[in-house]
Structures are given as structure tokens and as C-alpha cells.
Nanobody, 124 residues
Framework: QVYLVESGGGQVNPGGSLRLSCAASGRTKDVSAMAWFRQAPEKQREFGAGIIKRLDTTYYGNLENDRFTVSMDNAKNTLYLQMNNLHLGDTAAYYC?????????????????WGQGTQVTVSS
């Protein structure tokens, strides 16, 4: 079992920044990749960005990688999402996910473990 706890969400003005964290515990040695998804109000959850641990490779989905940067501290088993120049449309619940399979991508089905989510609200 892998446990994920997100933190760092909150309310921010347009143009502001936040850094989300996701601390993993449990059988973290089994984790092959971790990722961020987000779900805006009345919309489906969408893949944002992820890291394949053994390759230290990042991959981005719907998050613009000139504003969003995913990174990981392997020693702390913590995934981060640095978010800059936030827009109103970035308002969403942000979820951390972890996978143990070798091949992962942007599908929710690729990830077995999920955090409870952290809310990001961009408003003026």
C-alpha cells in the first residue's frame, strides 16, 4: 500500500504562485511514477504532469509547462508542482497519484494510489 498526502493548496490572486507537495509513504520502493491530476468544477479530472522515477523523466499533459513545473525529491519521497502565473481557469482540486506498473501515461487507470486532493482557488 502507498499513501499519498497533498498539501500547499489555497487561495491566490491571478498571476500568483503556489507550490503543491505530495508526500508518499508506505511501499514507496514499488512506485514507478507519480503524477498530478486536477479536476475543475463540473469538469472531468484531467492529467497534468508526472515523473517516471527510475528515468527521472517528466511528462506533461494539459498543464502548460511554461507555468507549471513538476519535480520530485526522491530522498523525501515527495512530489512537487510549482505553479506560476496562475489563471482563473487553474481553479481546481489537484490530486497526486502513484503508479507501480512499468508503463504509465495520462490515464487515471494507470495509477493505483491517490491522495485526497488539495484545493487551489484563483480569484481576485
Amino acid at each position: 500500500q502507498v499513501y499519498l498526502v497533498e498539501s500547499g493548496g489555497g487561495q491566490v490572486n491571478p498571476g500568483g504562485s503556489l507550490r503543491l507537495s505530495c508526500a508518499a509513504s508506505g511501499r514507496t520502493k514499488d512506485v514507478s511514477a507519480m503524477a498530478w491530476f486536477r479536476q475543475a468544477p463540473e469538469k472531468q479530472r484531467e492529467f497534468g504532469a508526472g515523473i517516471i522515477k527510475r528515468l527521472d523523466t517528466t511528462y506533461y499533459g494539459n498543464l502548460e509547462n511554461d507555468r507549471f513545473t513538476v519535480s520530485m525529491d526522491n530522498a523525501k519521497n515527495t512530489l512537487y508542482l510549482q505553479m506560476n502565473n496562475l489563471h482563473l481557469g487553474d481553479t481546481a482540486a489537484y490530486y497526486c497519484a502513484a503508479a507501480t506498473r512499468l508503463q504509465v501515461g495520462a490515464s487515471e487507470d494507470d495509477y493505483e494510489y491517490w491522495g485526497q486532493g488539495t484545493q487551489v482557488t484563483v480569484s481576485s
